[in-house]
Each structure stands twice: as structure tokens, then as C-alpha cells.
């Protein structure tokens, strides 16, 4: 019998909740860099096995937001929550309980939906300190699992999907068995680049920045992908800074996520990247939607 399942993601940012969500399904679906914040849509992974079929929802950091782009993030994470049969909650094992778990863990005790604590990055920390936060947390909740993960090197990734199962029902799949994920390959193609803009410029600029799209073409002889993709920043020193000496920084960039469009899409890459000025885009609602941050009505 098919049983299927909607498990969301949640927790602060930059606590290992896209690298937990690669990792459970073994290839890479959302965007990781060191920095806050990095995902900003919800992103749907999706794993078959046997008859089971898991749709993980990745979720933006949960945080106080700033500017109407924070808004979205925050918005989108909490009515993730809303869309799903359980709840994974995952919180850095080193830290104490803050607002946003024990707001969680309030919306998992009022509603009855399942909630899965993971303490994530265990490998930075010892065995004395994982017990305590099991401890701290066992205070606040009764929760169905709690499982200690580094999923940088596997450990205990197998036993978050195993407590998931339990919380799969019997019905017919959503999604074909052999995708990873519904995100359009535009999409993927924008959130690659964006993420090798995080990885490249260590200042405060890859947070003001957007990434569209403009343009995206297979060659129906050759199968070669050309992509034209511009990427917007706030300050016209930004876009200095973007570029580099020379656009050195902005051909580096290309090269990093040519590499990863390549693997994604299986075949050469032609990648033209432009850089453009929008003025204090994040504070602006309309702009935020324009560049694709919208809360899908459902």
C-alpha cells in the first residue's frame, strides 16, 4: 500500500536544515552556505522508497524580520508549518532554546501535529553537551522523537527519516518516484547561482542581492543550456563589489555555478551573468514579489 507524507523543516537560521533535508535524500536539492539566512522560498524534497513517498518542506530560517523580504521568509516558514503532517524541529545543539522553538513547539502543543526535535552539527560539541540540550529540551515538550544528527557526515540522518515514516498515511504518491524535487529548473538554476554569490563575497552584500532569470534555451542540436541571469544588488558600490577588479569576482562566480549547472542539468552550460542596481529592493513588498518571493495561495 503507497503512503505519503508532508514533513516540514523548521528552526533558526543557518541551524543545518538544508543540509539535513540533501542529505536525507542523498543529492542536492537547496542551497547551503555558512551564512544566515540562505533560503528564502520554501523548498519541497521529495524521497521514494518502497511504497513510501516522504515530501520534506525546507523551510527559510525563522527570525525577527527586518525588511519585507524578511517578512516573506518568515511568513512562508510558518505557514509551512501549516501544510504538513509533522514537524521537524531543528535547533543547533549548543544553543538554548529561543523564541522561535519554543513558538514551534506552542503551535505543535496547540494543534496535536507530531514534532521530531533534531539537534544538529553534534559533531562541534560533546556527549556532556548534547545530554543537556536533550534535557532543556525535554522540559518544554514530549516530543515524539528526538534524534542528535551531523548530517555533514551521515550520522543519525537515517534515524530522522525512520521517526518520519511513522507519520506518512496511506495514499496515493504526488509525485512521480523518480524526482527529488518540484522546483522548476529556472528556479534551481537561480537559487545555484545565488548560492556561489553567498559562498564567494564574505561582506553583507549576497543578502541584498536577487537573481532572475532572464533567459533560459537548449540548443536542439548540440543539447548545450544557455542561460542569461541577472543579478540584482541594492547600492551601486554593491555592484563594484560584485564585479571585483576587472569583473574577476563575477567570472568566478560564473565558473563555480557552471560547474553545479552542469552536473544539475547534464550537459554544457553557457552562463552570461549581468549585474544591475534596485535600490533597497528587500524594503519594497512589490519588488520582493516581482524577483519571485511570493506566498503561493493554496
Given amino acids: 500500500m503507497k503512503k505519503t507524507g508532508f514533513i516540514a523543516l523548521v528552526g533558526r537560521p543557518n541551524v543545518g536544515k538544508s543540509t539535513l533535508l540533501n542529505a536525507m535524500l542523498g543529492e542536492k536539492v537547496a542551497i547551503v552556505s555558512s551564512k544566515p539566512q540562505t533560503t528564502r522560498n520554501r523548498i519541497t524534497g521529495i524521497l521514494t522508497e518502497g511504497e513510501d513517498q516522504f515530501v520534506f518542506l525546507d523551510t527559510p530560517g525563522i527570525f525577527r524580520p527586518q525588511n519585507s523580504l524578511g517578512d516573506y521568509m518568515v511568513r512562508t516558514a510558518n505557514a509551512t508549518m501549516q501544510d504538513a503532517d509533522a514537524v521537524v524541529l531543528v535547533t543547533d545543539t549548543g544553543r538554548e532554546p529561543s523564541s522561535v522553538e519554543q513558538n514551534v513547539i506552542a503551535y505543535c502543543k496547540r494543534t496535536g501535529v507530531p514534532c521530531v526535535l533534531v539537534l544538529s552539527k553534534i559533531d562541534l560539541y560533546t556527549a556532556v553537551q548534547v545530554a543537556e540540550t536533550i534535557t532543556r529540551y525535554a522540559a518544554l515538550h514530549d516530543f515524539a522523537a528526538v534524534v542528535p544528527v551531523s548530517a555533514k557526515n551521515g550520522k543519525g540522518v537515517k534515524d530522522v527519516l525512520e521517526e518520519c515514516r511513522k507519520f506518512l498515511h496511506e495514499m496515493d504518491w504526488l509525485f512521480p518516484e523518480d524526482i527529488a524535487t518540484d522546483q522548476p529548473e529556472r528556479q534551481m538554476a537561480a537559487e545555484i547561482i545565488r548560492e556561489k554569490i553567498l559562498r564567494t563575497l564574505n561582506q553583507e552584500i549576497p543578502h541584498g542581492t536577487a537573481v532572475v532569470i532572464e533567459s533560459f534555451k537548449e540548443d536542439a542540436k548540440t543539447g548545450m543550456v544557455s542561460i542569461r541571469a541577472e543579478i540584482f ?64 495561495d493554496r
Fill in 233 to 296: 544588488c541594492e547600492k551601486a558600490s554593491h555592484k563594484g563589489i560584485i564585479l571585483g577588479k576587472h569583473g574577476e569576482e563575477l567570472r568566478r562566480i560564473g565558473t563555480y555555478a557552471r560547474e553545479d549547472l552542469e552536473k544539475l542539468l547534464g550537459t554544457k552550460v553557457y552562463l552570461d551573468l549581468w549585474v544591475k542596481v534596485k535600490e533597497n529592493w528587500r524594503e519594497s513588498a512589490a519588488s520582493v514579489g516581482n524577483f519571485g518571493y511570493r506566498r503561493e
